[in-house]
């Protein structure tokens, strides 16, 4: 086999993001692009070389090879990229990856910049900080998120985002657990378990890999899963409000979750990175259920109320009444994690998380969040006009758009073709998202309504 | 087994940070620490509700039950928090984690603060960035520290600490590889092992995990292994200078470090996160090495040059030219793993990383790295003239101290105890490193002056 071979055969079976590196703002919501930075591989060995090159005599991880797609949203950001490279003065309008758009309140850029200063100061300035997150920021996260539902402060840590934090929960569980996830769901939660080695081989008849269990979240089950055709998972990741589909757990079905994961002796990872999003009284933690505590970690970020996206900064809820079968706290190995393998978040960034939880930091996010709450309503609106089914955005800054029938990669390619928006086609979340497109709401409120010109121009 | 059981008998076998939590400041060059802060677990259930707690039916990674202590550094946090319990009014010194106490300076922190303020403008704020860090530091860190040496940005990947990324290092290779790790070393290098499955279990009588080849490194080999004695690793762990001795390996060992890699096929990791720290003409990266680019990895960090301990900021070097055994790139599955492990570092660490790297900014960070070598210099001499033998301090900010024949946990407490002053057992970083104290030079000059006082006191 050639270098050349190994450079360009697995384009869609690894990371299409080395192939054609993103610059620093190709996933911003600029409507320009620096065409420049679209990549034509120059790692590409000619054959001669191929043929002499030194390999190493390192198996490769055999897991790694499981993994059948580039990550998502690399992914799109490749076709993004190769779309303008197509059309190079098309105003691109980008709705797909769910990157926050608007510029961070002032309230908390202040604190960031402040503690930057602060860091060239004798008194200010500190070195390594507790891996677990600074006091401060761990009692504001518990009394502002998890008042009078029994999370202590040291049920908290602070990380640089829950995507980590995701990963970070698969390394304490190990390769021998057995993975439950909604379907469609966020793609980090497959890909980790398979690179963790709990799942077997992709099926690419019904797209799935072996040894995990899809939970099909469709219009028909109101987007939650039917428990009693599940059989026994360990670990089960639950996301609400929903990505991609914008649906929020009531407080009836998250009941039901925790009994299944109690009857079951299961772990629910519970993902409420959208939670300020709910308008009405669904529960916006896990922990609000009774009982939750012995059974349930709540993972969540300041990305999408902050616009933290790129400050990196989030947290995970882990209850010291969470125990393994044998009796040992689930917390403490994650902690021997967090101490091992990370060293907590940057201050900096800390210093902004304790600034959002402030009274004026709280205002300015529940403004951030409506402002995109107000983005929703538009594409929901403009979707509905145009007859199709529309789901989420009540709760969520999703918009998760059915199109029956129809493979979701071809709609997207078309809205792409026509339109020059980028969506997220549904099946890149999972097989239950076929014939689904998302449309995310973060964007300036120009382009937004830009967009949904366009969309009722195609789809008049 | 009873709940209080699990919690009381693993204090030594997990970690002591979560019984007692280092609060902020705990960790950080201060001579008073917040009392108020020391631990007696909460979570510690009676025996009754120990009885009737629930446990979930998910088995504990054998893996983490693999781990015999806690983690060095919040081990020498809880022994140092107790001793303030014990003396209150110590003015406790600590040498001993390696944390970092001088201001960063000013041309650094005045790119950050400008960074957190630009993120609230329109035309300042990004979201996520490429996950493999912003083309500007790629390209800066390509020129400033491998300018000539074939390594080009595409190659750099931007993380938040050389701690991370050695443990997403370990994700990508997996359970199924040999290491081999210099004795003593850094002891994130054998955790991380221990953790991904790569080991047997810890032999109490030769302190050492089945399964990992640790490399002897001695005054008697001028802490350089005897490769001709190691069996085939698949990934040594190689850090020059080197944590915790001072060692800086020379051309000619490097050389026929990189041809051992070469003979075995094996891939090394070079960790240079003190490279800036070498006085003489040593080298400060592997890939002046002529073929190190087939066989290495180098990672590195802004940790120990501009006092990013905090601010978190590090780099890895994957060229493209490194492959597995099949031929697939190594830096492939490294970037699938920064994209779905991971989404890059803080904007804002980025933008000071970038100022670090400006002229103004290379000449502060040389200054901050003199005044530490300054301190080096204070603690070599003070243990030399006290008869003592002395070791590193040269090229590294660690200066390795002989105690033949004695337990070096026991030499960590009589300096504890008699003045005040926290250093690092050498066994701490393996079985080689018994009958030594590491003695960190990061600290303010007062402090390492009366420092160094005490120890001429208890020495004398």
Chains 1, 2 share one sequence.
């Not at 990856?97 to 309230?107: A, C, F, L, S, Y």
């Not at 934090?165 to 996830?181: N, W």
């Not at 772990?267 to 529960?283: L, Q, R, T």
């Not at 449309?439 to 309504?449: K, P, T, Y």
């Amino acid at each position: 086999m050639s270098i050349t071979q190994n450079f360009t055969t697995p384009i869609s079976s690894s990371s299409s993001a080395f192939l054609a590196p993103s610059s620093f703002n190709s996933r911003g919501g600029h409507v320009s692009l620096p065409v420049k930075s679209l990549g034509i591989c120059k790692c590409v060995a000619t054959p001669q070389e191929a043929e002499t090159a030194y390999k190493t005599r390192v198996i490769r991880n055999p897991n790694m090879g499981k993994l059948q797609a580039g990550y998502l949203f690399p992914e799109i950001a490749r076709r993004r990229n190769a779309h303008l490279l197509k059309y190079p003065d098309a105003k691109v309008i980008s709705l797909g990856i769910g990157d926050t758009t608007e510029p961070i309140p002032e309230v908390i850029t202040d604190a960031m910049s402040k503690r930057s200063y602060a860091l060239s100061t004798i008194e200010g300035y500190s070195g390594y900080g507790a891996e677990q997150g600074e006091k401060p920021l761990r009692r504001a996260i518990a009394s502002t998120f998890y008042n009078e539902l029994g999370i202590e402060e040291d049920d908290i840590f602070v990380s640089d985002g829950a995507k980590c934090d995701i990963s970070r929960l698969q390394i304490v569980f190990g390769s021998d657990v057995k993975m439950a996830v909604q379907d469609p769901s966020y793609p980090a939660y497959v890909d980790s378990s398979v690179i963790m080695g709990q799942t077997g081989f992709y099926q690419k008849d019904v797209q799935k890999f072996a040894n995990i269990e899809y939970m099909r979240c469709t219009p028909e089950n109101g987007f939650f899963p039917d428990l009693s055709s599940i059989s026994r998972p360990d670990i089960i990741f639950f996301c609400s409000p929903n990505n991609p589909t914008g649906a929020a757990a009531t407080r009836k079905q998250l009941t039901q979750l925790v009994q299944f994961a109690k009857d079951n002796g299961s772990i629910v990872i519970h993902d409420s990175a959208y939670a300020m999003y709910i308008s009405g009284d669904n529960p916006r933690s896990i922990f609000e259920i009774p009982g939750a505590k012995e059974v349930a970690i709540e993972t969540s970020s300041f990305s999408k109320y902050a616009g933290f996206t790129g400050v990196r900064l989030g947290w995970t809820v882990i209850p010291k009444q969470l125990l393994f079968s044998d009796g040992f706290p689930v917390a403490k190995d994650f902690n021997r994690i967090v101490c091992t393998c990370f060293n907590g978040a940057s201050n900096i960034s800390q210093a902004g998380g304790l600034a959002c939880l402030s009274p004026e930091g709280l205002k300015a996010m529940r403004d951030v969040v409506g402002f995109y709450k107000e983005n929703t309503n538009i594409i929901v609106e403009t979707f509905d006009s145009l007859g199709f089914k529309v789901y989420g955005g009540k709760d969520a800054p999703y918009v998760w758009v059915h199109f029956p029938g129809r493979s979701s990669w071809d709609v997207f390619s078309e809205i792409l073709e026509k339109t020059h928006v980028v969506t997220t086609p549904g099946s890149g979340f999972g097989p239950g998202g076929e014939g689904f497109v998302r449309v995310s709401a973060f964007g300036h409120r120009e382009n937004i309504l830009e967009a949904c010109r366009r969309f009722k121009q195609l789809y008049k």
